[in-house]
């Protein structure tokens, strides 16, 4: 499956999942691909543009680890965007926020792996998903292209401070600003992740 896909990976893995619980198994995979050497680049919702403010929890309480490992971490921008929509990230009727649907995986800049499968352990053990597994560099190359641009234009970057805090970084000379805490999310959502954050387990969300 994805897992040993992964584990094969050499130089670089690029992941695209719009809700993103990576559990246990998971984090020691991408801990061993940092060992290794191998970059790992995660693009996923922040919860302003996260249809499943749960599946947020799950996610969530992985970030810091996610940093400490070295895993660059990008949270998407819930903003209607014109340029989103011509993309393969576009949730289609325009108008609606841009919120990533896509799931995609990109290994070496050679294999791309496109498909139904979310990275969250709901998925992995209740539904049955399915996926493709193309070896091409060229449309590896040509999706890492646009996924280039989204987190260029269209997603914070998430950084650890010397003290431990999570900060959002906006890309240089975008329309929108650092953060400090979840950014563009309401009160009220903020609220339901800090008290659901420790109760929820992982399989749930």
């Known amino acids: 499956?994805?897992?040993?896909?992964?584990?094969?990976?050499?130089?670089?893995?690029?992941?695209?999942?719009?809700?993103?619980?990576?559990?246990?198994?998971?984090?020691?995979?991408?801990?061993?691909?940092?060992?290794?050497?191998?970059?790992?680049?995660?693009?996923?919702?922040?919860?302003?543009?996260n249809d499943a403010p749960l599946a947020h929890v799950?996610?969530?309480?992985?970030?810091?680890?996610?940093?400490?490992?070295?895993?660059?971490?990008?949270?998407?921008?819930?903003?209607?965007?014109?340029?989103?929509?011509?993309?393969?990230?576009?949730?289609?009727?325009?108008?609606?926020?841009?919120s990533l649907h896509s799931k995609m995986f990109i290994f070496d800049g050679r294999v791309i792996s496109i498909g139904s499968m979310n990275l969250d352990l709901r998925s992995q053990l209740q539904n049955t998903e399915i996926a493709l597994v193309i070896r091409s560099a060229a449309l590896s190359r040509e999706a890492t292209a646009k996924i280039d641009d989204t987190l260029d234009d269209s997603a914070w970057r998430m950084e650890l401070t010397p003290e431990g805090q999570l900060r959002w970084k906006a890309p240089p000379g975008a329309s929108f600003g650092d953060a400090t805490s979840e950014p563009d999310a309401s009160l009220g959502l903020r609220m339901m992740l800090q008290l659901l954050g420790p109760f929820a387990?992982?399989?749930?969300?």
Do not use: C, W
Request: no cysteine; charged share 25%.
């Open 1 to 49: 499956g994805m897992l040993s896909l992964m584990q094969g990976a050499q130089r670089d893995v690029l992941i695209v999942s719009p809700y993103f619980v990576p559990g246990e198994a998971m984090m020691k995979v991408f801990a061993d691909m940092r060992r290794r050497g191998v970059r790992v680049r995660v693009l996923t919702n922040s919860l302003a543009s």
């Open 58 to 98: 799950g996610y969530a309480r992985y970030r810091k680890q996610l940093l400490q490992l070295g895993v660059e971490l990008y949270e998407m921008r819930a903003l209607k965007s014109q340029h989103l929509d011509r993309t393969v990230f576009g949730s289609g009727a325009g108008g609606s926020k841009a």
């Open 201 to 205: 387990p992982d399989e749930m969300l």
